[in-house]
Nanobody
Framework: VQLQASGGGLVQAGGSLRLSCAAS????????MGWFRQAPGKEREFVAA????????QYGVSVKGRFTVSKDNAKNTVYLQMNSLKPEDTAVYYCAAGRVLSTLPTWYDYWGQGTLVTVSS
């Protein structure tokens, strides 16, 4: 499975961005897609996850109510709509694919290259 994340950039606090993650290859072997982020000097943090088939979603505590994860099965693409962005949302955002819908990065075995989101105050 190959993953290509895009959509990052610079935005002011309170603004919005939408990230995309296009999956290719043997995508039918991994039913779940996750978004994680990592800020400088910090551990990788769970953001959101979605199941390809049933659309079940999970969100990290710090983004719940502000971020929305969605999917387009026809395009093999997962999206992360980020609203009401805060400076503390600044990080490299990664998409990942795995067999289990989990908040733990260890359950995901394919990772995209990451896209940088910078939120200015």
């Amino acid at each position: 499975v190959q993953l290509q994340a895009s959509g990052g950039g610079l935005v002011q606090a309170g603004g919005s961005l939408r990230l995309s993650c296009a999956a290719s290859g043997r995508t039918n072997t991994r039913d779940n897609m996750g978004w994680f982020r990592q800020a400088p000097g910090k551990e990788r943090e769970f953001v959101a996850a979605i199941n390809w088939r049933g659309g079940i979603t999970q969100y990290g505590v710090s983004v719940k109510g502000r971020f929305t994860v969605s999917k387009d099965n026809a395009k093999n693409t997962v999206y992360l709509q980020m609203n009401s962005l805060k400076p503390e949302d600044t990080a490299v955002y990664y998409c990942a694919a795995g067999r289990v819908l989990s908040t733990l990065p260890t359950w995901y075995d394919y990772w995209g290259q990451g896209t940088l989101v910078t939120v200015s105050s």
